[in-house]
């Protein structure tokens, strides 16, 4: 039998096996089909939203639910589902974009850190370590005095911190990729150190990277929450899924319905990112090539 009796089997990238064994995740498929549609409700949310969210009818005060007002209202008459669909836009959005800044700043420090090595290497990583021994709130609490309350700040604040796992992260991976046969074929072609770094070092730390930024989403929405109920988070009239949580919690006895909605649009939104991530990780592992 010659090679030619066998069909040519078409070649396989790693992102399309990768997508292939995620497809085979029904948890991680069912978070993903979730996020989608928590980010599409995200989007549509002016045009979809029943009421304002600040419209306030003192006169009906915490309601239960009714075919007026789905999951009922709070006890200045505010539309729940309305506030629970604006809050789900400034959860999401202090999830994704203080992700990015963490991603930005760690992605770039880890990896010159990594690719520098020696003692340039070890002076950055103990910066690391110091900011690492820094407490979260009490950070959070000066940036507050000193800059006063903002969406911005809050992006800057949780961004700020989350970026130094990120950091550790690449420059292990940078550090074990530095010493393989195609940088050096590289350094062979005369390519500039920042060129290998840029083209050829971080792209292959993209598996990790992914991974780590799909489980770090959950994590900053948690802390954005929990910075909400302290009342340093987004201040009213605005809301996040914190701040409709630690109303909740403070009326619960008398009106459940406070606590019970919010909370469930918060677990299901960590849950979905949990089970992508745990899908991505598996589907990215190298060692479960052509599972």
């Known amino acids: 039998m010659t090679v030619r009796d066998h069909a040519i089997q078409p070649g396989v990238s790693l992102w399309q096996d990768a997508w292939r064994r995620l497809c085979k995740n029904r948890l991680a498929v069912a978070g993903l089909v979730i996020l989608l549609m928590q980010a599409a409700f995200a989007l549509a949310t ?8 600040d419209a306030q009818d003192r006169a009906l005060g915490a309601a239960a639910p009714s075919a007026q007002h789905w999951l009922g209202t709070d ?10 669909l604006y809050g789900g836009r400034i959860s999401l959005l202090v999830g994704f974009v203080a992700t990015a800044v963490a991603l930005i700043i760690g ?3 880890g990896a010159f850190a990594g690719y520098a090595g020696g003692r340039t290497d070890a002076c950055l990583m103990r910066i690391v370590d110091i900011l690492y021994a ?14 006063g309350r903002s969406l911005v700040l809050l992006f800057a604040a949780i961004g700020a911190v989350e970026w130094l796992t990120m950091a550790r992260i690449v420059r292990g991976q940078v550090r074990s990729l530095k010493q393989k046969e195609f940088i050096e074929a590289a350094y062979a072609l005369g390519l500039s150190r920042s060129r290998i770094l840029a083209c050829h070092i971080v792209p292959n730390t993209l598996g990790p990277i992914i991974v780590y ?8 929405m948690l802390l954005e929450a929990f910075l909400s109920f302290l009342g340093l988070g987004v201040q009213a009239p605005m809301s996040s899924w914190g701040i409709l949580i630690k109303e909740g919690v403070e009326t619960m006895e008398e009106y459940p319905w406070l606590l019970i909605f919010p ?3 918060l677990s299901v939104t960590l849950f979905a990112l949990n089970f992508l991530g745990d899908g991505l990780r598996d589907a990215l592992d190298p060692k479960r090539s052509g599972d």
């Not at 002016?46 to 969210?53: D, F, G, T």
């Not at 006890?75 to 629970?84: E, H, M, N, P, V």
């Not at 930024?213 to 900053?220: C, F, G, K, S, Y």
């Open 134 to 147: 820094l407490p979260f709130t009490v950070f959070v609490i000066i940036l507050t005095v000193f800059f």
């Open 213 to 220: 930024a799909t489980l770090t989403v959950p994590n900053v």
């Open 263 to 265: 909370s469930v649009a």
């Open 107 to 109: 992605v770039s420090y």
């Open 75 to 84: 006890q200045l008459g505010r539309d729940l589902f309305t506030r629970i």
């Open 46 to 53: 002016p045009w979809i939203a029943p009421y304002a969210y």
